[in-house]
């Protein structure tokens, strides 16, 4: 079973940030917070990953609190492609496993 | 990013009948493939993890007489689903993930929609 908790659903403005919010309430130290998103009726996309410290890239920026029980993806400039649902993963990546739970299904809204 | 591939992307075969799904990694070698299945509305669930040259491991709940996969190359899984019945209609999607990589992404193919009437 999925371990992190995310609301169902969230409604953000075109062009300005959406910022998504993750419970890791169970995370172990060796365990990384990864994020991907699935556009409808496609493949899950990669957005991002982290351990302790925050992360950007040209996607998203990943803020986790210093306890690592919370974490915030942020896309800083929402557009109408952004909407998708969007899963936080706490992960060990050497020989873990992805595990989905029911993400927070974004939409961007003109 | 690494591209996976899957075909096919959409297959409708009648009940009873077999049907195969094939999973390429097209520029990575990929020593770990998975498969999960997605029901309408419903989050995506891991089926089975699949490494080269070895069987797979089926999650718990999984039929692996029902749910046969390959994973022949490094490049190529295939999961057939044996004697489909219209429950067994679902989206399937298969990810890679490569040892060679020193940071540890997993990528995923487009999935394929099976339809059995």
């Known amino acids: 079973d999925a371990k992190t908790t995310q609301p169902p659903s969230m409604d953000c403005a075109e062009g300005r940030a959406a910022n998504l919010p993750c419970n890791h309430s169970?995370?172990?130290?060796?365990?990384?917070v990864y994020w991907y998103r699935q556009i409808h009726s496609q493949g899950p996309q990669y957005i991002i990953h982290?351990?302790?410290n925050n992360e950007t890239n040209e996607m998203a920026s990943l803020i986790i609190t210093e306890d690592r029980k919370s974490s915030t993806l942020i896309l800083p400039h929402a557009t109408l492609r952004d909407t998708a649902v969007y899963y936080c993963i706490d992960f060990y990546n050497q020989g873990g496993k992805l595990i989905f739970g029911q993400g927070t299904e974004l939409s961007v809204k003109p | 990013g690494a591209v996976v591939s899957q075909h096919p992307s959409w297959v409708i075969c009648k009940s009873g009948t077999s049907v195969k799904i094939e999973c390429r990694s097209l520029d990575f070698q990929a020593t770990t493939m998975f498969w999960y299945r997605q029901f309408p509305k419903q989050s995506l669930m891991l089926m089975a993890t699949?490494?080269?040259?070895?069987?797979?491991?089926?999650e718990q709940g999984v039929e692996k007489d029902k749910f046969l996969i390959n994973h022949a190359s490094l490049t190529l899984s295939t999961l057939t689903v044996t004697s489909a019945h219209p429950e067994d209609s679902s989206f399937y999607i298969c990810?890679?993930?490569?040892?060679?990589?020193?940071?540890?992404?997993?990528?995923f193919g487009p999935g394929t929609r099976l339809t059995v009437t």
């Open positions: 982290g351990l302790k």
């Open positions: 169970t995370i172990s130290g060796n365990e990384y």
């Open positions: 990810s890679a993930i490569s040892e060679a990589w020193s940071s540890y992404e997993q990528y």
């Open positions: 699949s490494n080269e040259g070895s069987k797979a491991t089926y």
